[in-house]
């Protein structure tokens, strides 16, 4: 089946430094990637929807100059929170839509869990 | 309003009972329904896509009435292993495949 790895699974970092999450899918290209984050006890929320080969199109109120998102390749997409606050401390999965699959089926990654400190 | 809804629970039952959860989403424009499966600390997994017509797979059957924009999941014979987050899903019309997600219903199966 269709396999999404993120790395890394867990990360702590100190306020004002950068992380950078990466999302693969590891047996199919994916032309479009989505990046979610989730609180605890909260849904799912769309950051944002990366295209291959262009620019990310951002949610309403995600800073796209704070969460820098590059699809460079069919099988990767990563996830840069730029000096990050102890804010954005949360779970963020990101999933991926095999190009050419007429349904809208995503695979999910296993999640990142960001602790800022 | 939400765009999704659900009641959170959590819906606390024993084994082998029936359980049903609510979805209502807001925007008619919905195109395409699922349920979800979000085990704790872990990423959601698809559980079953929902059709007009209705749909069951093994002990959990999806029902969607579009004209009161309501979803709903009915687990028969709950197994321990059911206890988890059910998410409720809905995709637009015309948004590229975009997932709007409820915000969860709990469920915990005792023995």
């Known amino acids: ?117 | 309003r939400k765009e999704v809804e659900q009641d959170p629970g959590p819906f606390n039952v024993p084994e082998g009972a029936t359980v049903a959860f609510n979805c209502t989403y807001s925007n008619s424009a919905s195109q395409s329904f699922f349920w979800y499966r979000q085990d704790c600390r872990k990423e959601p997994k698809l559980l079953m896509s929902v059709y007009s017509s209705g749909n069951e797979d093994g002990r959990f059957t999806a029902q969607l009435n579009r004209a009161s924009q309501y979803i709903s999941l009915l687990i028969r014979d709950s197994k321990l292993s059911d206890s988890a987050t059910y998410l409720c899903v809905v995709t637009l019309y015309n948004q590229g495949g975009k997932l709007i997600f409820g915000q969860g219903t709990e469920l915990s199966v005792k023995p």
């Open chain 1, 1 to 117: 089946g269709a396999v999404v790895s993120q790395h890394p699974s867990r990360v702590i970092c100190k306020s004002g430094t950068s992380v950078k999450i990466e999302c693969r899918s590891l047996d199919f290209q994916a032309t479009t990637m989505f990046w979610y984050r989730q609180f605890p006890k909260q849904s799912l929320m769309l950051m944002a929807t990366s295209n291959e080969g262009s620019k990310a199109t951002y949610e309403q109120g995600v800073e796209k100059d704070k969460f820098l998102i590059n699809h460079a390749s069919l099988t990767l997409s990563t996830l840069t929170v730029t000096s990050a606050h102890p804010e954005d401390s949360s779970f963020y999965i990101c999933s991926a839509h095999a190009t050419g699959d007429s349904s809208y089926e995503q695979y999910f990654g296993p999640g990142t869990r960001l602790t800022v400190t």
